[in-house]
Nanobody
């Protein structure tokens, strides 16, 4: 059974940093692409970053390039999203999602993913 559990969210002041974790179980990350998405109240779900399974290629939405860093620890079957220089507009529920995708690039489209975590809230406020 594929399961994803996000953690690491919280209340952070503008300019601060967070590292979100996505712990995977029931499958091996080696053969799955994983993406991070966020959804703010009243807004559509936005893909912010993803990492491919085969070569670990990473992709970022233009809105987060230079501040977000995705990484993967296959030994721990966990994917991380580090967020630096947090802004109030980063406030959202952050979700990780996965799909079997060995040998192909990952996608920032939410419709490309089959399995989702429950999300973790990130609030940026002074």
């Amino acid at each position: 059974q594929v399961q994803l559990v996000e953690s690491g969210g919280g209340l952070v002041q503008p300019g601060g940093s967070l590292r979100l974790s996505c712990a995977a179980s029931g499958f091996t990350l080696d053969y799955y692409a994983l993406g991070w998405f966020r959804q703010a109240p009243g807004k559509v779900r936005e893909g912010v970053s993803c990492i491919s399974s085969s070569d670990g290629s990473t992709y970022y939405a233009d809105s987060v390039k230079g501040r977000f860093t995705i990484s993967r620890d296959n030994a721990k079957n966990t994917v991380y999203l580090r967020i630096d220089s947090l802004k109030p507009e980063d406030t959202a529920v952050y979700y990780c999602a996965t799909v079997p995708a060995y040998g192909s690039s990952c996608s920032l489209k939410w419709s490309s993913y089959h399995y989702w975590g429950q999300g973790t809230q990130v609030t940026v406020s002074s």
